[in-house]
């Protein structure tokens, strides 16, 4: 029945240049999540967004698309008439209320836009007339204009729209609108929301993750690879660094006192991470930290790794709790592959007793025993970064 959807925006804040940008972003991140469906055609429409449909397309499965992209505030499935002369107008609504709401013991409203202003009724007579119409084809209806049940709108175009279904969307911002960050992503359950959370706000991801053969296994890394595809569903294409951080890991293992090996260790992939962001264009980190979540996410400990970074980091999560997290996680489908068992590089290593306030001056001192090599470690483990893309 539905051969085209209008995709609504929240115009909010967009002018200029920015609602130019912002649309053609849209438009664009719209054609990408339906590409794999069939011939869509998007195009851009005053205000919205119109997507025209193939023969024979599956209804569902491009709503559950359209839902995955961010920047849309609802998805309207629209019947397209042909012609706008006021009969084809009164019989295509009337059909389409037919064919739509077998039982018509609902309250309405008819509301009205018109695009093309030389068309003879205005909008105020278009719902009037047209409320009449209905009123009188289907009288089990009536009107409620302060809180109907359904609201029929319909634009008046060359060709003419009528919906009644407004699928929420996600929101947000399309992805491509405001720049590109750098996740460091585990295999926990964390990070993937915090990198939907930044991607959300219309940035493109890059990712990096840490793991340390042998100690980490094969089965580790592929359940990264995993998220990071579950994430772009989301985000769209994502270059993901796999570092290997295993001679690192020993060598602080070896120099540095047990209980900062977490922090020391964090501090190396912060620093890491930047530098690959860096050389990506990045303009922040992501991270999965949430204030007092466990030991190395204590005030003191978040300012001891952030003390490494001259990039902004950016830790969306940071006020939540681990049920919201839980949460989010559920909805974008990361949290079954995040809870499968596999070790990650820090459980591996972590002491027994982590200090949970560093002191600064301390973690520097100790970070001074690895002097000798630790400059070169890190620049083998850039050099060595697999680079995997994921996604479309
Ligand atoms: P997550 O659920 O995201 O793994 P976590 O609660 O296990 O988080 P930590 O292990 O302290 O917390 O890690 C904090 C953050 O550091 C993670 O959210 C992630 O951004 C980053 N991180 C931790 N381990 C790795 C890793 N092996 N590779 C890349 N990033 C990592
Ligand atoms: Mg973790």
């Not at 609902?106 to 278009?126: G, H, L, M, N, Q």
């Not at 289907?138 to 009107?143: G, H, I, R, T």
């Not at 083998?380 to 995997?388: D, F, G, H, R, S």
């Given at each position: 029945?539905?051969k ?14 920015n ?27 005053q205000?919205r ?12 499965e ?67 007339d ?16 302060h809180?109907?049940?359904?609201r ?10 009528v ?9 947000g ?29 219309g ?39 796999v ?20 922090i020391i260790?964090?501090?190396?992939m912060?620093r ?14 992501i ?40 949460k989010v996680?559920?909805?974008i ?5 995040s ?18 306030k ?21 620049e ?9 893309i994921?996604?479309?």
């Open positions: 029945m539905f085209a959807f209008l995709i609504k925006y929240a115009e909010i804040g967009l002018k200029g240049k609602r130019f940008l912002f649309e053609n972003a849209l438009r664009d991140r719209i054609q990408e999540a339906l590409n794999p469906f069939g011939v869509f055609k998007v195009s851009k429409e205000g967004i119109f997507v025209e449909c193939p023969d024979g397309y599956d209804y569902e491009t709503v559950d698309a359209l839902k995955k992209v961010f920047g849309i505030s609802s998805i309207c499935p629209v019947v397209v008439l042909d012609s706008s002369k006021w009969e084809d107008l009164t019989s295509g609504v009337g059909d389409y209320i037919e064919a739509m709401y077998p039982d018509r013991h609902i309250t309405f409203k008819v509301e009205a836009k018109r695009a093309d202003k030389s068309y003879p009724r205005t909008s105020p007579e278009i719902c009037a047209m409320g009449a119409y209905l009123l009188g084809r289907f009288p089990e209806m009536k009107v409620d204009v809180e109907p049940e359904v029929f709108t319909i634009e008046v175009r060359t060709r003419s729209y919906y009644s279904i407004n699928i929420p969307g996600l929101g911002m399309p992805v491509g609108t405001n720049g590109k960050a750098m996740l460091l992503l585990s295999g926990g359950i964390d990070s993937p929301v915090a990198g939907y959370m930044i991607a959300k706000r940035v493109s991801l890059v990712a990096t993750y840490f793991h340390a053969p042998p100690y980490t296994s094969k089965r580790a890394k592929q359940k990264v690879v995993e998220l990071a595809g579950k994430i772009s569903k989301y985000a769209g294409k994502i270059k993901l660094y570092v290997n951080f295993t001679d690192i890991q020993l060598y602080i293992y070896d120099q540095c006192p047990h209980e900062e090996l977490t260790m964090r501090r190396y912060m890491i991470a930047e530098q690959l962001a860096e050389k990506e264009g990045c303009l922040g980190l991270t999965g930290e949430s204030i007092g979540q466990v030991a190395s996410q204590t005030m003191q400990s978040l300012a001891a790794t952030n003390e490494v970074c001259n990039m902004p980091v950016y830790r969306p999560l940071v006020a939540f709790d681990k049920q919201d997290i839980v996680a559920e909805k489908d990361t949290f079954e592959t809870i499968q068992p596999f070790e990650d590089c820090c459980t591996i290593f972590v002491a027994k007793h982590p200090v949970i560093p002191n600064l001056k301390t973690i520097n001192r100790s970070e001074r025993k690895l002097e000798e090599k630790i400059d070169e470690m890190v083998t483990a850039l050099n060595t970064a697999e680079e995997i994921v996604g479309k």
